[in-house]
């Protein structure tokens, strides 16, 4: 059984009735069909999300963490730095560039010790996550994200 044809732009448009006396007031239609070649899409080799709470005390140590998935049927070796320039509201607690691999559909946690200087709504320290493998970002944070100091 086939399946009955949508009616096309123009035919629409032919059967619409406007203005006065039913007059039609349509210009000229086109319709063209264009065939577009198909596009292959891959699906993101990583995963990254960060957790982290939303506010903290001025001088006491609070945990975060970015969450990688490798998504590869490969092992991936990741660079990852914790980037303090513009971050003068907190002191890092740990390293602040490390490497490490990644199992293939292994998720990792790569922890992060701050401690907040200042009080307010405050930039956390960007993070950049390179893949040795692919020469690509993982993670690059333009905007940052945000975190309530205390007083």
Request: glycine residues 6%; aromatic residues 6%; charged residues 20%.
């Amino acid at each position: 059984p086939q399946r009955p044809r949508p009616p096309s732009y123009a035919e629409e448009a032919a059967e619409a009735e406007g203005g006065p006396g039913g007059e039609s007031y349509l210009g000229i239609l086109c319709e063209t069909q264009v065939e577009l070649p198909r596009a292959t899409t891959f699906a993101p080799p990583f995963e990254a999300s960060l957790k982290a709470p939303a506010t903290a005390r001025v001088a006491q140590p609070f945990k975060a963490a970015w969450v990688v998935a490798n998504r590869t049927a490969r092992p991936q070796t990741l660079r990852v730095t914790h980037d303090l320039d513009g971050a003068e509201h907190f002191m890092l607690a740990g390293r602040a560039s490390y490497q490490l691999s990644v199992a293939p559909a292994e998720a990792v946690s790569l922890p992060l010790e701050l401690i907040p200087l200042a009080p307010g709504e405050v930039p956390l320290p960007a993070c950049s996550i390179f893949s040795v493998h692919h020469q690509a970002q993982v993670l690059r944070e333009g905007l940052r994200r945000h975190i309530f100091v205390e007083p």
